[in-house]
């Protein structure tokens, strides 16, 4: 039965979206594309049995709204996963996730108040959250070693930021264009920062 859903849902087009999507318990794992601009979905429920969300399986569901809650059971998040889902407001990121991918949230611009990622995340790809300009608050995770560039791009409303004692490295960009912050804490294990981490802030 797994199997059969797979196919199934790697098939479902634009025009088959409803408004309500709850995918069925005992499902690991939902493929590439499979909901990808999905306009009529509006709510979403994830099982607890999830492990893996693949490459662009929401992209594009732009009239997505609500809270987004990722289970606990989930590890992994592909590139562009939930890419330009413009109304999600609230986004609850599960203790179980290990990897972020590349513009998992991007555009995500209605996520509001605070963004807390679990200690269990250990690597946050390129463009992750950039452009998630309604967040006011970020907690980075304890796992962290690199922050990838670009992964906190325009973050207009964020006030403080504090980057645990795990991070070694920040790359180019890595919060650039943050024109809000009024304070940064670093720790004293920062090997590197890279080129324009933080330009453009304390505007």
Do not use: W
């Amino acid at each position: 039965m797994y199997g059969i859903l797979i196919i199934l849902l790697s098939l479902i087009s634009s025009e088959e979206c409803t408004e309500t999507v709850i995918i069925t318990d005992g499902t690991t794992e939902i493929v590439e594309s499979a909901y990808e601009n999905c306009k009529t979905l509006i709510n979403l429920q994830l099982p607890d049995s999830l492990i893996k969300i693949s490459d662009k399986a929401f992209s594009g569901c732009s009239n997505l709204i609500g809270t987004l809650k990722i289970p606990n059971s989930v590890k992994t998040i592909g590139n562009y996963a939930f890419n330009g889902c413009s109304k999600i407001t609230e986004l609850i990121i599960g203790n179980g996730v290990e990897t972020i991918g590349n513009n998992s949230f991007s555009r995500c611009s209605k996520i509001n108040g605070h963004l807390k990622i679990p200690d269990s995340v250990k690597s946050i790809g390129q463009h992750s959250f950039s452009y998630c300009t309604s967040l006011t608050e970020l907690t980075l995770s304890n796992s962290l070693e690199t922050i990838n560039p670009y992964s906190f791009y325009h973050l207009e409303n964020i006030l403080h930021l504090t980057i645990p004692n795990s991070v070694k490295k920040i790359e180019s960009n890595a919060f650039s264009n943050c024109r809000k912050i009024e304070d940064i804490s670093l720790n004293n294990k920062l090997e590197i920062i890279g080129q324009h981490s933080f330009s453009f802030n304390f505007q």
